[in-house]
């Protein structure tokens, strides 16, 4: 039954993104998946183990995407480049799991809250050390480094917001207006 468990999982998605995780309920995901409400339970044991399915699945794949794009890129300011990139790349293209990613932790239980933050906190320990080293070569400004990448990665994460497929911009177009920004912010002038 590996495909129903992709089943619930991909119409979770695209409820919790609709309407939000606690507005959906089990009935409506089981519903859609042509299946019981008692069937879920087979998958998963609640909705909220959904949530963090998703969570999790979203993280790790944020992160593989990141260390796929840092391969083999030299330079601080090629890293960041890639980085950036990567990042609203990534938000664009997995826009339903990025936002559920960014505004339901609230659905989690606190031992699911932890794992999920540990993640990112890892995945954020990436782009500090990218800025950090920056910072050290007196190429990026001698600012909070914490500060620095979370107000890139704050303004990168907005795009799962505001996207439209098919829009005036192709994906990588609206990364590069992202890129020259998070670039003339960080550059020592």
């Known amino acids: 039954m590996p495909h129903m468990k992709d089943k619930i999982i991909r119409v ?8 939000g995780y606690f507005a959906t309920s089990i009935s409506e995901i089981a519903g859609l998946c042509g299946i019981q ?26 992160t593989t995407y990141l260390k796929g794009n840092l391969q083999g890129v030299d330079g601080i300011e090629d890293c960041m480049r890639a980085a ?30 932890a794992l999920i933050v540990a993640k990112r906190d890892t995945y954020e320990q990436i782009i500090q ?4 080293r920056g910072c050290a070569a007196g190429i990026f400004v001698d600012e909070d480094v914490k500060i620095l990448s979370y107000a890139i990665l704050t303004q990168c994460n907005a795009g799962a917001i505001w996207y439209k497929p098919g829009g005036r911009l192709t994906v990588d177009d609206i990364a590069e207006v ?3 920004f998070a670039l003339q912010g960080l550059m020592v002038r």
């Open 12 to 19: 979770a998605t695209s409820l919790f993104h609709r309407k």
């Open 84 to 113: 950036v990139r990567s990042h609203v790349r990534f938000h664009l293209e997995r826009q339903k799991e990025t936002f559920i990613a960014n505004t339901e932790l609230r659905g989690l239980t606190p031992e699911h809250y």
């Open 178 to 180: 992202y890129v020259r």
């Open 129 to 132: 050390e990218i800025i950090q």
């Open 37 to 62: 409400k008692a069937s879920i339970y087979y998958h998963y044991a609640s909705k909220e183990a959904i949530l963090y399915q998703i969570h999790s699945t979203t993280m790790d794949d944020l």
